[in-house]
């Protein structure tokens, strides 16, 4: 395993020369230590440890090759203050030894850098964004340290394979689909970083003997978080040690943030995480099991997860596991339990209990909030749970695996986010061939974001869960069970004679209660300090989405109120943390508050509070006064132009009246100017003709009759 520490000026970049201007360069090709020349791009040096070869202040663009090559060489060189981008690779280092990358920006190529096969590189400094593929990729290396860069919009930021000695630390890791992930490495440190905004995984690491240590991993993932691929941090290895970081994650979802695994050796020490950690103790046949030690480390929003402890293949399914009481769930311990006979746990002050290897054992009066799974059992054989309050965590209530003969019964187990409880299926081994057994009754599920009963996992052995205890004791009370109580007896056949038992189940609950379990409630809800929290989105001039943290109740939270000023805007149940609000004014304050009620309908008084201003209201579309101006001078000059011009034609067609014989006729004189006069309509454009000729029906309204050839003659005007 490694030994010794990292500290934040282990990893100071080195001292640069910043070029005013780079100057453009063609791809250059280095393959042995002679081809270290002007030519291809060196500015100065001579290739030692004290005088390496510089490539400095280059702009090259690499449309149809690799911006820098070198390949075959054990001179040592440094490339800076150079801007690499639109190549296949921007820096390709095969089989090379001695070589740093510094103060570069290698950008938009296919790959940033790729070291492949090569010893004592260094890559300090540089802006390393925008490529198609990796950032950074090392691959079959040795010696190599990657420290104080910034990382951005690439695939995976780092990628390093089949390397060892690697070193990643002080760099800024932002706004990738993936952040940093490694496999098959071994004596991996990775330190000192900040990692956030990843969409993917911000950290997979699969090493051997490898340091994670005082790295800042904010998880500003767009996926949910979850088992899988889309977890914020899973580190797998053989001896490793996870010491002083600080994990964030999205708490409302309630699922794993972060996953380690050790095959031999797993130190987890003086780590913040908001969030879950998942310790997988036992991921593959081992002798002897491993040695698990967790102290020190702070969870707010989340806990340990050891339900994924011993998968089969050994007899002590959770190795040598030590957590001691400095490990905090939301400010109280986690407890753990392990190996004990006719334990009796009451009221004790926890975060989590972990109960691993125990027989007859009682567990009762306990209070857990606002940590991952309330009470998990791993191993666990004759245990009654009876009388706790299990409410608000971010994952189960309970959770059990590899038990039998469990009775639950009496608890308040609500308003969690993932299952009320969860059995585990038992795998299909020599070691485990009977199922889970348990009894469940008189327990009180309000709101619970799943109720089911049903074993959680892949194939396997099946629980056997009665989920009451018969008529007439019946089984428990179900917060969205709809059933009615007109009957009674033991197949509710009894009627009129309502008896507190729903006469339809309710899933394998024969005899589900109609009201809560237990005495009256008369404590109302209260909210968290440290997870209270209202929040807008969606929000538009008329219209925005509320967005509130869960509340608690020692029974349940059965209904939100939502308040706009004092006005009473909705009633929602217990299971709703959200609500549109519309018909709101632009530019116009408004104060919102929750507060949350419980079955006795007793409410709460300090929920959150939020003053929110709306947007204003789009700006008018604003034309230029011209655009109708023009318009209507056109028309004003069209119009009366057009009017003369038909009735001047209509009075042309119009029949003549009969003359006397007598009358003179026309000198050639008047009627060239009658012709000249009637062409003179020619002069307008074909668009004021076809207006003229819209507005026919109007002007020939007054003309005299003429006969139908006539008429039919004027058709073509």
């Known amino acids: 395993m490694l030994s010794g520490a990292i500290s934040a000026s282990s990893f100071k970049q080195l001292p640069t020369i910043n070029a005013s201007s780079y100057n453009s360069h063609s791809p250059i090709?280095?393959?042995?230590?002679?081809?270290?020349?002007?030519?291809?791009?060196?500015?100065?040096?001579?290739?030692?440890?004290?005088?390496?070869?510089?490539?400095?202040?280059?702009?090259?663009?690499?449309?149809?090759?690799?911006?820098?090559?070198?390949?075959?060489?054990?001179?040592?060189?440094?490339?800076?203050?150079?801007?690499?981008?639109?190549?296949?690779?921007?820096?390709?280092?095969?089989?090379?030894?001695?070589?740093?990358?510094?103060?570069?920006?290698?950008?938009?190529?296919?790959?940033?850098?790729?070291?492949?096969?090569?010893?004592?590189?260094?890559?300090?400094?540089?802006?390393?964004?925008?490529?198609?593929?990796?950032g950074i990729v090392i691959g079959y290396s040795d010696k190599v340290t990657v420290s104080t860069n910034k990382l951005s919009t690439n695939n995976y930021s780092v990628y390093s394979f089949s390397s060892s000695n690697v070193t990643i630390a002080s760099n800024t890791v932002s706004k990738n689909e993936f952040g940093i992930k490694t496999d098959n490495a071994s004596n991996v440190i990775i330190g000192y970083n900040i990692i956030s905004g990843n969409k993917g995984d911000s950290l997979r690491l699969s090493s051997n003997y490898s340091i994670m240590s005082k790295s800042t991993v904010v998880n500003g993932n767009t996926s949910q978080l979850g088992v899988g691929d889309n977890q914020s941090v899973s580190v797998t290895g053989y001896d490793l040690s996870f010491v002083q970081n600080n994990v964030s994650s999205i708490p409302s979802t309630g699922n794993i943030a972060t996953s380690l695994a050790a095959n031999h050796n797993l130190?987890?020490?003086?780590?913040?995480?908001?969030?879950?950690?998942?310790?997988?103790?036992?991921?593959?046949?081992?002798?002897?099991?491993?040695?698990?030690?967790?102290?020190?480390?702070?969870?707010?929003?989340?806990?340990?997860?050891?339900?994924?402890?011993?998968?089969?293949?050994?007899?002590?399914?959770?190795?040598?596991?030590?957590?001691?009481?400095?490990?905090?769930?939301?400010?109280?311990?986690?407890?753990?339990?392990?190996?004990?006979?006719?334990?009796?746990?009451?009221?004790?002050?926890?975060?989590?209990?972990?109960?691993?290897?125990?027989?007859?054992?009682?567990?009762?009066?306990?209070?857990?909030?606002?940590?991952?799974?309330?009470?998990?059992?791993?191993?666990?054989?004759?245990?009654?749970?009876?009388?706790?309050?299990?409410?608000?965590?971010?994952?189960?209530?309970?959770?059990?695996?590899?038990?039998?003969?469990?009775?639950i019964v009496s608890n308040n187990i609500s308003n969690n986010a993932n299952y009320a409880l969860q059995f585990a299926l038992n795998p299909p081994t020599l070691y485990f061939t009977t199922p889970q057994t348990a009894t469940v009754y008189h327990n009180n599920f309000v709101y619970n974001d799943a109720y089911a009963l049903i074993p959680q996992g892949g194939s396997g052995t099946t629980p056997i869960v009665k989920?009451?205890?018969?008529?007439?004791?019946?089984?428990?009370?179900?917060?969205?069970?709809?059933?009615?109580?007109?009957?009674?007896?033991?197949?509710?056949?009894?009627?009129?004679?309502?008896?507190?038992?729903?006469?339809?189940?309710?899933?394998?609950?024969?005899?589900?209660?109609?009201?809560?379990?237990?005495?009256?409630?008369?404590?109302?809800?209260?909210?968290?300090?440290?997870?209270?929290?209202?929040?807008?989105?969606?929000?538009?001039?008329?219209?925005?989405?509320?967005?509130?943290?869960?509340?608690?109740?020692?029974?349940?939270?059965?209904?939100?109120?939502?308040?706009?000023?004092?006005?009473?805007?909705?009633?929602?149940?217990?299971?709703?943390?959200?609500?549109?609000?519309?018909?709101?004014?632009?530019?116009t304050t408004y104060t919102y508050s929750v507060q949350a009620g419980d079955w006795a309908d007793t409410w709460s008084n300090d929920g959150p509070i939020l003053t929110v201003t709306t947007s204003p209201p789009p700006a008018a579309l604003s034309i230029p006064y011209w655009y109708l101006v023009v318009p209507s001078v056109v028309v004003a000059i069209a119009l009366p132009a057009v009017y003369f011009w038909r009735r001047s034609k209509l009075s042309r067609l119009a029949p003549k009246k009969a003359e006397p014989e007598t009358q003179a006729i026309p000198s050639p004189k008047n009627s060239q100017q009658s012709e000249s006069r009637f062409s003179q309509p020619k002069i307008f454009p074909k668009g004021v003709r076809l207006m003229a000729n819209m507005i026919w029906p109007r002007l020939g309204a007054n003309t005299p009759c003429r006969t139908r050839q006539e008429s039919a003659n004027t058709v073509g005007l």
């Open 467 to 587: 989920s009451d205890n018969g008529y007439p004791t019946g089984g428990n009370f179900w917060a969205d069970y709809n059933g009615i109580d007109h009957c009674s007896g033991p197949a509710q056949d009894i009627c009129p004679n309502p008896d507190g038992i729903g006469d339809t189940a309710y899933q394998a609950d024969k005899y589900p209660l109609m009201k809560p379990y237990g005495l009256p409630d008369g404590i109302p809800p209260s909210w968290s300090a440290k997870w209270k929290s209202l929040v807008v989105s969606n929000s538009t001039p008329t219209g925005l989405t509320l967005s509130w943290s869960r509340a608690y109740d020692d029974v349940g939270v059965f209904r939100y109120r939502i308040y706009r000023g004092n006005t009473l805007l909705a009633t929602v149940p217990g299971n709703i943390y959200s609500y549109n609000d519309n018909g709101l004014s632009p530019t």
């Open 29 to 134: 090709l280095i393959t042995s230590d002679s081809s270290f020349t002007s030519t291809s791009g060196v500015t100065t040096g001579s290739g030692t440890a004290i005088d390496p070869y510089i490539i400095q202040g280059w702009d090259i663009l690499a449309t149809t090759s690799n911006a820098i090559t070198i390949t075959g060489t054990t001179a040592h060189f440094v490339i800076r203050d150079c801007y690499l981008h639109s190549g296949y690779v921007g820096v390709l280092l095969r089989g090379v030894s001695n070589g740093t990358i510094q103060n570069t920006s290698v950008q938009n190529n296919g790959a940033g850098i790729n070291i492949d096969h090569s010893k004592g590189i260094a890559i300090l400094g540089s802006d390393i964004s925008s490529n198609t593929n990796y």
């Open 267 to 407: 130190t987890v020490s003086g780590n913040s995480f908001s969030g879950s950690l998942a310790i997988d103790l036992n991921p593959q046949p081992q002798s002897p099991p491993p040695n698990i030690k967790l102290n020190g480390n702070t969870f707010f929003s989340g806990g340990i997860d050891v339900t994924s402890c011993g998968y089969a293949y050994s007899l002590t399914p959770c190795g040598n596991i030590v957590i001691s009481p400095d490990n905090t769930v939301y400010g109280q311990p986690v407890v753990l339990y392990s190996n004990c006979n006719g334990l009796d746990i009451n009221g004790i002050q926890t975060g989590e209990l972990i109960v691993v290897g125990c027989r007859n054992s009682r567990i009762e009066n306990l209070n857990i909030k606002y940590g991952y799974i309330g009470i998990q059992l791993a191993d666990v054989n004759d245990t009654i749970i009876t009388g706790n309050t299990i409410v608000s965590n971010f994952g189960s209530g309970i959770s059990t695996k590899l038990s039998h003969n469990i009775t």
